[in-house]
């Protein structure tokens, strides 16, 4: 069961068909700094650092014609909310929609995954989805879209995105849109060791046990914690986060504190026995979002974004910080694509 995905990022979709034992034998990730990651944390796939359209897509892609059982990727599609509508698909923006489009020609998988944002599907009453199905339509693919909750599969995170899963004519099921398990954030980073701001270290051994079965997944393989150190914030910051309480809002901040920021949950804590809002790519900073430990003053590390986007601690994410958490913040969630590898996988 051979797998390419396109547009990788790091690869959380990559790892979620892995871990269901499928071999992703070729990727695709333009980012030369995230490419080394994908390359570290997937050896043994082809990892092909270029921009796709440069690339002679017939000559790269024959040598998988009717050897694939997946593609997937999250192609880039601009516009969905401009005027116009009916020009999106020539938008030269999306250009790199319609090559994987045709690498999907080229390649004549089993199956089509593609992620992307809600507005795909919801936006102008489904216009954009509507299109997409004739395209998949000429293609001799029929089309299932929904807008998954990544909180309704065990990943510690309110996180909505579009999958649109494409197969062939002969092949009739549905997306999953939940696997009834639920992790709260604490549960999902409990067992990490306590940081001040500006403590950690690249690697750091296991102080506590595993407190449930959601920390002894994470830790499977994984002989200690990478990525895990803290931001070292501003006085400034430090001062304001002693005025932050579990359940507050930006508001509770005296006066003198305020900022114009404009990001929901700025300057309030996360609430330890529920959700983590959408991790970004600046969860380390408490002005972009709620990002705050409950009990610690600081902000979220690498790792423990990683734990909220259910990447396993044996997951390493490489290069300057600021690449690591474009990383984080921009991978689909893996356990939500185990749970649709594990769904094609019955039914191939």
Not at 9 to 38: C, K, P, T
Not at 272 to 295: C, M
């Amino acid at each position: 069961m051979n797998v390419i995905d396109l547009f990788s990022g790091v690869g959380g979709l990559s790892l979620g068909f892995e871990q269901n034992g499928f071999n992703v034998i070729f990727a695709n990730e333009i980012d030369e700094n995230i490419a080394f990651s994908y390359k570290k944390n997937f050896p043994n796939t082809e990892c092909l650092t270029k921009d796709i359209e440069k690339l002679d897509l017939k000559k790269e892609f024959s040598r998988f014609s009717n050897k694939i059982s997946v593609v997937c990727g999250g192609p880039p599609c601009q516009g969905l909310s401009q005027k116009g509508k009916r020009h999106w698909f020539q938008d030269k923006r999306n250009f790199l929609f319609k090559n994987f489009l045709e690498v999907v020609k080229i390649v004549n998988p089993s199956y089509v995954l593609i992620e992307n944002v809600p507005n795909l599907i919801t936006a102008y009453e489904g216009y954009f989805l509507k299109e997409i199905e004739k395209i998949f339509e000429d293609l001799n693919y029929k089309i299932n879209a929904k807008i998954l909750h990544a909180k309704k599969f065990g990943v510690p995170q309110i996180r909505k995105r579009a999958f649109i899963l494409a197969r062939k004519k002969d092949i009739n099921f549905e997306i999953i849109e939940s696997n009834n398990t639920k992790t709260s954030f604490q549960d999902s980073v409990s067992d990490l060791p306590e940081l001040k701001s500006g403590e950690g270290k690249e690697f750091l051994n296991y102080i506590k046990k595993p407190l449930n079965s959601y920390q002894q997944k994470m830790r499977k393989n994984s002989r200690g914690i990478w990525n895990h150190i803290s931001t070292n914030h501003t006085a400034l910051a430090l001062k304001r986060m002693k005025f932050m309480k579990i359940g507050g809002v930006r508001t509770d901040l005296p006066k003198e504190h305020l900022t114009g920021s404009i990001y929901s949950g700025t300057w309030s804590r996360i609430i330890p026995n529920t959700f983590a809002r959408t991790i970004t790519t600046r969860f380390d900073t408490p002005s972009s979002g709620q990002f705050t430990l409950p009990y610690q003053d600081r902000c979220l590390t690498v790792r423990e974004a990683a734990r909220v986007q259910s990447f396993p601690d044996n997951f390493i994410f490489y290069g300057k910080k600021n690449s690591q958490m474009i990383q984080v913040g921009n991978a689909v969630p893996p356990l939500v694509s185990y749970s649709i590898a594990n769904l094609i996988k019955k039914n191939l």
